[in-house]
Nanobody, 129 residues
Framework: EVQLAESGGGLVQAGGSLRLSCAASEFTLDAYAIGWFRQAAGKEREGVSCISSSSVGINWYAGSVRGRFSVSRDKAKNTVYLQMNSLKPEDTAIYYC?????????????????????WGQGTQVTVSS
């Protein structure tokens, strides 16, 4: 069964860092664009970042995280990472990774939820002030 599993969330003080992992089962992550999303309590799910296949090499970031978050992949481990630095209380949310239905490249509308067909279960990130 095709699956994604996030890990690495937790409680951190403002200004701290966390690295989230997104591991894939039954498919090769590098064959698809992979998005990171988050959903805070009472709010809609929003796009955080998108990483294209390594053959494409185009990544996107939401304005609210650009310069603080970075996305990468380890092909050998079939895992994508979201490095989050300088965390703020407003970064508190459940973070999800998701695989596009098809395609290797993150497009300009990468944050549109309908592009993604496989989602992980999410990992909680809480940033205290």
């Amino acid at each position: 069964e095709v699956q994604l599993a996030e890990s690495g969330g937790g409680l951190v003080q403002a200004g701290g860092s966390l690295r989230l992992s997104c591991a894939a089962s039954e498919f090769t992550l590098d064959a698809y664009a992979i998005g990171w999303f988050r959903q805070a309590a009472g709010k809609e799910r929003e796009g955080v970042s998108c990483i294209s296949s390594s053959s494409v090499g185009i990544n996107w970031y939401a304005g609210s995280v650009r310069g603080r978050f970075s996305v990468s992949r380890d092909k050998a481990k079939n895992t994508v990472y979201l490095q989050m630095n300088s965390l703020k209380p407003e970064d508190t949310a459940i973070y999800y990774c998701a695989r596009v239905v098809s395609g290797r490249a993150c497009e300009r509308d990468w944050s549109t939820l309908e592009q993604y067909g496989t989602w992980g279960q999410g990992t909680q990130v809480t940033v205290s002030s």
